[in-house]
């Protein structure tokens, strides 16, 4: 069933993605379904009384070929049932299981809110960042939710282990091996995209450290379980996040074998979807704050990457690139906008001679530049972040979204404004990311980190049952 695009560049984007694989159909869900309007226990004063309670409005979780790159019958029929059962009603079906059955069948619910989620709850809810997390903490917690962590320690991992491989890479790069250039893989979208439909030559350029969320699930499923004394199947892991992309990411294959075949992450709810549960109860809210992976510490205040918008890879991994490779000191990191104000340059220059050039990409129309000059052997680029959404993380489709389904450019202003408010944290100056090396990975550079802070790329070959489609 294929998706009518409602503007202009949903339209190119229909054509494009025609052209890129004639005879497919696309296999998401149109914006109708018939589940709809199926009912859902939770604990809410209606349902208590008997009465039918507002949450049966929530919807099911869709993808549409708005919300993402991954729409090139990158979606099994399974996944589709998969992604599908994301959403509120799984939720809640666990937290009334907590509540009805023998204490031996209960899970331990635990909830990771990302980053660029919290902006959202502050906007909606004319709050601080830091006093967001604490209202949406409190809620979460009156639902029964047993811990809620933030994903910036999972980042912190992230941009890390980034950051080496970028040296890594240039030291190794030469014309007749190339490592270079290195193009993130934080976001699900666009390495979703890079996998099923690009392929080679650009998978090899993917960045192999993990995504936040990936490196989530493994520190809740396998260092916090450890530390609670609980097998990773028995914690239901929930995050929330800012685009539906993340549903899909939560279904990759990919997980350490410490987990026991248990997912890092079992449901992602984007930050609307919490929303409009938080909307529709009546529940009595404390305030409460974020818990840590570490026993009784609580995150006192929130801090964030140096990113407009974004976890911030770029600033960081030049930064330390420069220090690496060149001995030189970066302060601020001064952005260049070129074609549009989503495709920006960084370039550290010395005795006119350019040392590094970096660039972030954001949105289909520049990924599509940056996929056709390297395709062609003409990209000037060491280093490039590129997400799927325009405007970077803050504008993912589960938050930033007006009525009319297109962004709502006013919310995203105010998000910009507090996620700019936001303290910056280096990745490298947190001592409890250097504690997990430590405790958890056995060092920085042992054959553990390998194991859970990185990956391995598939080609795009799709099981059978998703290639003979038709548009």
């Given at each position: 069933?294929?998706?009518?695009?409602?503007?202009?560049?949903?339209?190119?984007?229909?054509?494009?993605?025609?052209?890129?694989?004639?005879?497919?159909?696309?296999?998401?869900?149109?914006?109708?379904?018939?589940?709809?309007?199926?009912?859902?226990?939770?604990?809410?004063?209606?349902?208590?009384?008997?009465?039918?309670?507002?949450?049966?409005?929530?919807?099911?979780?869709?993808?549409?070929l708005s919300d993402c790159l991954a729409c090139d019958s990158c979606v099994t029929a399974e996944e589709g049932l998969q992604v599908s059962q994301q959403n509120a009603k799984d939720f809640?079906?666990?937290?009334?299981?907590?509540?009805?059955?023998?204490?031996?069948?209960?899970?331990?619910?635990?909830?990771?809110?990302?980053?660029?989620?919290?902006?959202?709850?502050?906007?909606?809810?004319?709050?601080?960042?830091?006093?967001?997390?604490?209202?949406?903490?409190?809620?979460?917690?009156?639902?029964?939710?047993?811990?809620?962590?933030?994903?910036?320690?999972?980042?912190?991992?992230?941009?890390?282990?980034?950051?080496?491989?970028?040296?890594?890479?240039?030291?190794?790069?030469?014309?007749?091996?190339?490592?270079?250039?290195?193009?993130?893989?934080?976001?699900?979208?666009?390495?979703?995209?890079?996998?099923?439909?690009?392929?080679?030559?650009?998978?090899?350029?993917?960045?192999?450290?993990?995504?936040?969320?990936?490196?989530?699930?493994?520190?809740?499923?396998?260092?916090?379980?450890?530390?609670?004394?609980?097998?990773?199947?028995?914690?239901?892991?929930?995050?929330?996040?800012?685009?539906?992309?993340?549903?899909?990411?939560?279904?990759?294959?990919?997980?350490?074998?410490?987990?026991?075949?248990?997912?890092?992450?079992?449901?992602?709810?984007?930050?609307?979807?919490?929303?409009?549960?938080?909307?529709?109860?009546?529940?009595?809210?404390?305030?409460?704050?974020?818990?840590?992976?570490?026993?009784?510490l609580k995150e006192e205040e929130v801090r964030r990457h140096d990113g407009a918008s974004s976890d911030g890879y770029l600033a960081h991994v030049f930064r330390h690139a420069a220090k690496?490779?060149?001995?030189?000191?970066?302060?601020?990191?001064?952005?260049?906008?070129?074609?549009?104000?989503?495709?920006?340059?960084?370039?550290?220059?010395?005795?006119?001679?350019?040392?590094?050039?970096?660039?972030?990409?954001?949105?289909?129309?520049?990924?599509?530049?940056?996929?056709?000059?390297?395709?062609?052997?003409?990209?000037?680029?060491?280093?490039?972040?590129?997400?799927?959404?325009?405007?970077?993380?803050?504008?993912?489709?589960?938050?930033?979204?007006?009525?009319?389904?297109?962004?709502?450019?006013?919310?995203?202003?105010?998000?910009?404004?507090?996620?700019?408010?936001?303290?910056?944290?280096?990745?490298?100056?947190?001592?409890?990311?250097?504690?997990?090396?430590?405790?958890?990975?056995?060092?920085?550079?042992?054959?553990?980190?390998?194991?859970?802070?990185?990956?391995?790329?598939?080609?795009?070959?799709?099981?059978?049952?998703?290639?003979?489609?038709?548009?």
């Amino acid at each position: 069933m294929c998706i009518f695009a409602n503007s202009r560049s949903q339209i190119k984007k229909l054509f494009f993605y025609m052209f890129l694989c004639l005879f497919k159909e696309c296999s998401k869900k149109t914006k109708t379904d018939d589940q709809e309007n199926a009912s859902v226990d939770v604990p809410s004063l209606a349902l208590e009384n008997g009465e039918k309670g507002e949450f049966h409005k929530l919807a099911d979780a869709k993808i549409f070929l708005s919300d993402c790159l991954a729409c090139d019958s990158c979606v099994t029929a399974e996944e589709g049932l998969q992604v599908s059962q994301q959403n509120a009603k799984d939720f809640f079906r666990v937290l009334n299981l907590n509540k009805k059955c023998d204490t031996s069948q209960h899970k331990v619910l635990v909830v990771s809110v990302c980053p660029q989620s919290l902006p959202y709850f502050a906007a909606k809810f004319r709050l601080s960042v830091t006093d967001a997390s604490r209202r949406l903490c409190g809620f979460l917690k009156s639902l029964g939710v047993h811990y809620v962590f933030d994903t910036t320690i999972a980042a912190d991992f992230s941009v890390l282990e980034s950051q080496k491989e970028f040296v890594r890479r240039f030291r190794q790069h030469s014309e007749e091996e190339p490592a270079l250039p290195m193009l993130t893989s934080a976001c699900p979208g666009w390495v979703r995209y890079a996998e099923r439909v690009l392929g080679h030559p650009v998978t090899p350029h993917l960045c192999t450290a993990k995504s936040p969320q990936q490196i989530m699930g493994s520190l809740v499923k396998d260092y916090f379980a450890r530390r609670q004394n609980l097998s990773p199947d028995k914690i239901f892991h929930v995050i929330v996040a800012p685009c539906y992309d993340r549903k899909l990411e939560a279904l990759r294959e990919d997980v350490p074998t410490a987990l026991h075949g248990s997912r890092g992450a079992d449901c992602v709810l984007t930050s609307g979807e919490v929303v409009q549960i938080m909307e529709q109860s009546d529940l009595a809210v404390k305030d409460a704050a974020v818990d840590t992976l570490f026993g009784g510490l609580k995150e006192e205040e929130v801090r964030r990457h140096d990113g407009a918008s974004s976890d911030g890879y770029l600033a960081h991994v030049f930064r330390h690139a420069a220090k690496q490779l060149f001995d030189e000191d970066v302060g601020e990191v001064t952005y260049r906008t070129l074609r549009n104000k989503d495709f920006q340059e960084v370039t550290l220059e010395k005795n006119g001679e350019v040392l590094l050039r970096f660039a972030a990409a954001y949105g289909f129309r520049n990924i599509q530049n940056v996929v056709l000059k390297l395709k062609k052997g003409r990209f000037p680029y060491h280093f490039v972040e590129v997400l799927a959404c325009a405007g970077g993380c803050l504008n993912g489709r589960g938050q930033a979204q007006a009525e009319d389904g297109r962004a709502d450019k006013a919310l995203l202003r105010q998000m910009e404004g507090k996620y700019a408010d936001v303290p910056v944290r280096p990745p490298e100056t947190s001592a409890h990311v250097q504690e997990l090396y430590r405790e958890w990975l056995d060092g920085a550079d042992s054959p553990r980190v390998r194991e859970a802070l990185h990956t391995v790329y598939q080609g795009p070959g799709l099981p059978a049952a998703s290639r003979d489609i038709k548009w």
